[in-house]
């Protein structure tokens, strides 16, 4: 069983930065993805980044050149760091892992576990 809790969100101003954090609980295995999601009330979830246990990254276009996810083993913990921010990324952020490798966004969305997420407001 896998535990994920989201911190980081919050509200800034457009071209403003957030790091979003990502603390996992629970049995890892030595391979695995992790990613970042979003959905607005109302929308269809978007996958935004991922990584998995082989450093393999993905992102959506959307997001390309803007932010950055990346994992901390020693801390069970993910990040996505978001620059540039635009009003329309303003979203609540999920946290995602699963056990398989090789699970990439966008195009996978079938992790095993989810946080609870973290709201992210970006002001005009």
């Known amino acids: 069983q896998v535990q994920l809790v989201e911190s980081g969100g919050g509200s800034v101003q457009a071209g403003g930065s957030l790091r979003l954090s990502c603390q996992a609980f629970g049995y890892f295995g030595s391979t695995y993805s992790m990613a970042w999601f979003r959905q607005a009330p109302g929308k269809e979830r978007e996958g935004v980044a991922s990584i998995d246990s082989g450093g393999r990254t993905g992102y959506a276009d959307s997001v390309k050149g803007r932010f950055t996810i990346s994992r901390d083993n020693t801390k069970a913990t993910l990040y996505l760091q978001m620059n540039s921010l635009k009003p329309e990324d303003t979203n609540i952020y999920y946290c995602?892992?699963?056990?398989?490798?090789?699970?990439?966004?966008?195009?996978?969305?079938?992790?095993?576990?989810w946080g609870r997420g973290t709201q992210v407001t970006i002001s005009s």
């Open positions: 995602a892992y699963d056990h398989r490798p090789g699970l990439v966004v966008p195009g996978r969305s079938d992790f095993g576990y």
